[in-house]
């Protein structure tokens, strides 16, 4: 039996049995994160060449995933789950169908908004929609003060150079102590960390030497 991923294991408890179509974690082609505070505008990322085995074995991940309807999102899977399954979706060129599927997930279980909120605007943000990501994420942290990923893709979202942000680095650094003083080993969507945030916001805050004369 091939080594499942998480993906794999989050679906089980629907029935599905992904375990044997998953390539083996060291073989499967990854795609690249989306980098924190990019200096030019983005675009959609485009999906990567895959090799055959992982084609197929992402595909039927994708395909079981569709077959869970909302159930797969509004169950809360865990944040590396949901990274894996976004990997799928990505990698395969159909980033906007995973957002759609999200969408679809909160009208159907409008309790799953508090923690599907933050990954929607994670999601239009990744898609280059980010006065859409923006908004999203402060109706996020207004309405789920709870919920660490609120926090985190708010001020990720504001940190974006190319979103046309104007919300202060303080108030973002802020926001990211707050969420460390949550979770301290906060991991967020697209395996970011709040840590790695903060020495990003830090640097920002550094200014820059002055230059001669």
């Known amino acids: 039996?091939?080594?499942?991923?998480?993906?794999a294991l989050a679906l089980a408890p629907?029935?599905?049995?992904a375990c044997d179509l998953v390539a083996p974690a060291?073989?499967?082609?990854?795609?690249?994160?989306?980098?924190?505070?990019?200096?030019?505008?983005?675009?959609?990322?485009?999906?990567?060449?895959?090799?055959?085995?992982?084609q197929a074995s992402y595909e039927a991940i994708l395909g079981q995933v569709t077959a869970s309807?909302?159930?797969f999102?509004?169950?809360?899977?865990?944040?590396?789950?949901?990274?894996?399954?976004?990997?799928?979706?990505?990698?395969?060129?159909?980033?906007?169908?995973?957002?759609?599927r999200i969408e679809s997930a909160m009208i159907a279980d409008p309790k799953a908004r508090a923690w599907l909120l933050p990954r929607q605007a994670w999601l239009?943000?990744?898609l280059g929609q980010f006065d859409e990501a923006r908004a999203v994420a402060e109706i996020a942290r207004t309405d789920f003060p709870a919920?660490?990923?609120?926090?985190?893709?708010?001020?990720?979202?504001?940190s974006q150079s190319a979103s046309g942000s104007h919300v202060p680095v303080a108030a973002l650094r802020d926001a990211i102590e707050h969420l460390l003083i949550m979770q301290p080993d906060?991991?967020?969507?697209?395996?970011?960390?709040?840590?790695?945030?903060?020495?990003?916001?830090?640097?920002?805050?550094?200014?820059?030497?002055?230059?001669?004369?």
Do not use: C, H
């Open 73 to 100: 999102f509004t169950r809360r899977a865990p944040t590396k789950v949901l990274n894996e399954v976004e990997l799928v979706f990505f990698s395969l060129g159909r980033g906007p169908e995973l957002l759609g």
């Open 147 to 158: 919920e660490p990923d609120a926090w985190f893709v708010w001020a990720f979202a504001n």
């Open 14 to 17: 629907l029935l599905l049995t």
């Open 69 to 71: 309807g909302d159930l």
């Open 124 to 126: 239009l943000g990744r």
């Open 26 to 54: 060291q073989q499967r082609d990854r795609i690249d994160r989306v980098a924190i505070a990019p200096t030019t505008p983005v675009t959609p990322p485009q999906p990567p060449t895959l090799s055959s085995q992982t």
């Open 186 to 213: 906060y991991l967020g969507p697209g395996d970011t960390t709040a840590e790695g945030l903060r020495k990003q916001l830090n640097a920002a805050a550094v200014p820059a030497p002055a230059s001669g004369p």
């Open 1 to 7: 039996m091939k080594l499942p991923t998480l993906a």
